[in-house]
């Protein structure tokens, strides 16, 4: 495994200058990083506004990790250092609503204000929302709708704390009259149901961090069988990404180390709103 000094070295291009490539190096380069700086990779992706509000030294202090490591992170990745990198993190902000000033002064006045954890967990997801609204791309968002409209039937596998998105979905679906069932396991039935896939189904997989190995198991089946998938995940560098056609991120808002469900919850919704636009779309053309 080459050494980030290696990587530094041998990297000729220039580092990215948008978010958004960003993201995709950090995805790209994930493997050859050494394990401290995984975990760093992941803690950027998970809390982009922190990287971007915070000094290195703070931002140090919430990812566990000494200052010197986050430079070594920016450096792998071209960046001169760390603020070099933070000026991406900082322009993400700036190109969404509220603004970036906007945004510190809220931070700011809320803990001058003391909120409780009512109002901050309110808070925490209406930036995750906003986020979620702001970074999703549309196209990506028509395309799993289409796949989910167009499908013999549904296979939804989630585990854990995606769980209760799954079973929104399993609900939202059923109610549009999609063949729709949810792969939970239940009764120890999972090897069964793997051999039921039909190539015309498509599997609905969600997983965030830290990733459950059994939703990895069965969508590394689904695409051996040549299912088609669309993933629900958090960061670019999740294991599920490989398998998503298409894959939709959200980030959500976490108060005192929990995480809450508000903007998986509002991109389900959506989803399920526009899978049934696509149904009744198709329903008119066949009328014509």
Known sequence: MPTVKQMSSSQAAPPPDSFADLEQLIAARHAGLSSRLKDIAVFALAHPNTIALETVATVAEQAGVPPSALVRFAQALGFDGFSDMQRLFRLRLVEQMPSYTDRLAQREQGEAEGADTLDQLAAAA???????????????????????????????VAQRRSLPIASYFLYGLLNLERPTRLLDNQGGMLAQYLRSLHPDDVMLAISFKPYAPETLEVVRAAAQRKLEVVVVTDLSVSPLTAFGKPTLFVRDAEVQQVR?????????????????????????????
């Open 126 to 156: 209406h930036r995750a929302i906003d986020d979620l609204a702001a970074e999703t791309p549309r196209e990506a968002l028509d395309e799993a709708a289409t796949r989910l409209a167009r499908a013999r039937g549904i296979d939804i």
């Open 260 to 288: 809450s469900l508000a903007a998986a919850m509002c991109l389900a919704t959506c989803l399920v709103l526009e899978t049934g636009r696509k149904l009744v779309q198709g329903r008119g053309r066949r009328k014509e």
